[in-house]
């Protein structure tokens, strides 16, 4: 398999992302951090090129491209000192709709989210108690006649304010009532705008990552709103984690390109003792392993992308391209910080922030020991440990 990441339309929106970004500086990203805010003008620029639509196929108004073409998107926005996770799960939580709705729903939905009329940014699976442990969630959703009325809690549930569908995973049939923990949860796609029973109470981060803690109360949703089949949901949400895990990866290999970036020209302009501190190999070694382990990380990404959209098993790939980018990207950030001493911790620099940033995804939306634990288990075949 080749390892292509200079096709004519990943330079394209290499271009186009670069573009827009120049017209969001540090010092944009700078005030929606200090400000916790959202960055709705970039993410309404963004909008407005299709780029969020990258996933959907042309029939629903998007721009129908794989999925190593939409991860340039999200790479080239961290690369740039930006800030993707504002817009990641447009592109990747469609996809349980894509290819396990019904017709109608496909029908109702895509065109929209293409467009981005519709905003489908909030993904509710994490709960208080279940959470790399999906199939021990406790939120129900129970039929009644045309309607599922919903019960439960979630926390970590981003972009909930700045959504306006969400894609839930909810138990339909009680656990002791299922031959295996993974059957009896169900899938919905649900519109968020007017939903009587649901209280979204937002959490406090160290990052500017708009997340909260979600409260169903007898909330109900009609039954049309149901994904595939009844109790066949958790299949339908691990044939998406794939795609989020190499997202997330490009996310990282932006970032960690970014450090390397800026710890490099730093570590050039600097000068102490009368000499750049770029000339201390104490200095430039650590730079040189960030930039050799970043572009390793980047050829796992491409070789992930690649097989899923050959629409080949990638599992194995997927988790290992967001480990290894994860652990580049924070690697980077910590040299970064180091190479720019007093001076990283200041916002002005933004180090600091992008600092904060990166460190997310050593935990989410995977922690690396979950990812370690799968490649021993699952790809070596050593005994199970939970």
């Known amino acids: 398999m080749s390892i292509d990441n200079t096709t004519d339309v990943r330079n394209d929106l290499r271009g186009l992302v670069n573009q827009i970004c120049a017209d969001f500086p540090d010092e ?12 709705e003008a970039f993410v309404d620029t963004l909008t407005t090129t299709g780029c969020l639509g990258a996933l959907v196929p042309e029939e629903y ?20 000192g930006g800030n993707a996770g504002p817009v990641h799960a447009q592109l990747y939580t ?10 109608e729903q496909r029908a109702q939905y895509l065109p929209g989210i293409a467009s981005g009329e519709l905003r489908l940014q909030a993904f509710g699976v994490t709960e208080p108690t279940a959470g790399t442990d999906t199939t021990s969630l406790r939120t129900t959703a129970v039929r009644d006649g045309d309607e599922y009325v919903v019960n439960g809690q979630k926390v970590f549930i981003s972009r909930v304010q700045h959504s ?14 299922v031959e295996k923990k ?32 979600l409260f169903f109360n007898d909330v109900r949703i009609p039954a049309s709103a149901l994904i595939g089949e009844e109790g066949h949901g958790f299949r339908y949400v691990l044939d998406g984690m794939n795609a989020e895990r190499i997202l997330i990866a490009s996310e990282c290999i932006g970032d960690g390109r970014w450090f390397v970036d800026r710890a490099s020209k730093y570590a050039g302009e600097r000068e102490v003792f009368g ?6 190999q104490g200095v430039q070694f650590p730079i040189a392993r960030n930039y050799i382990d970043v572009e390793a990380a980047d050829l796992m990404r491409w070789k992930a992308a690649d097989l899923f959209d050959a629409g080949q098993s990638c599992g194995a790939e997927a988790n290992m391209a967001k480990l290894l980018a994860a652990d580049a990207s924070w690697k980077a ?21 992008k600092f904060r940033e990166t460190r997310l995804y050593q935990i989410a939306p995977i922690s690396t020991n979950m990812i370690l634990s799968f490649v021993g288990q699952h790809v070596l075949g050593m005994p199970r440990s939970f």
């Open 28 to 39: 944009y990203w700078r005030q929606m951090d200090e400000e916790k805010a959202y960055p």
């Open 182 to 213: 993974s059957r009896g949860l169900s899938l919905f796609i649900i519109d968020i705008r007017e939903l009587e029973g649901l209280t979204v109470s937002p959490l406090k981060t160290m990052v500017n990552h708009e997340t909260n803690e």
């Open 164 to 177: 306006d569908l969400m894609i839930l995973l909810a138990r339909t049939t009680p656990l002791d009532q």
């Open 333 to 353: 950030a910590d040299t970064a910080l180091q190479t720019h001493g007093g001076y990283g911790v200041t916002t002005e620099y933004d180090i600091e922030r």
């Open 275 to 280: 000499r750049p501190i770029g000339a201390n």
């Open 94 to 103: 469609m996809g349980a709709l894509l290819r396990h709705g019904s017709d």
């Open 61 to 80: 108004g998007g721009l129908g491209l794989g999925l190593g073409d939409a991860s340039v998107i999200l790479e080239t926005i961290n690369r740039n």
